[in-house]
């Protein structure tokens, strides 16, 4: 399931605020999320692949919950 595209851009800005206040490389994220670090790159800076999938390894590999993620301001 793809998300809104707006929305997308403003959850990506909100998930690489969470990596830079955790002090996570691109790299290091991608490993705590199990994920790919291309694909951690596109999420955080353009918004894009944002898959439900993709938020709850977010959220797993950040240790926050999948709320603290979609709390956009």
Do not use: P, W, Y
């Not at 909100?14 to 670090?37: G, V």
């Amino acid at each position: 399931m793809l998300l809104n595209t707006n929305f997308e851009k403003e959850l990506g800005k909100h998930i690489n605020k969470l990596r830079q206040e955790r002090n996570l490389s691109f790299q290091k994220m991608a490993k705590c999320c199990d994920m790919d670090k291309a694909q951690v790159h596109k999420i955080c800076t353009e918004g894009k692949d944002l898959r439900v999938s993709s938020i709850v390894k977010i959220a797993i590999g950040l240790k926050v919950s999948i709320s603290d993620i979609l709390d956009i301001e």
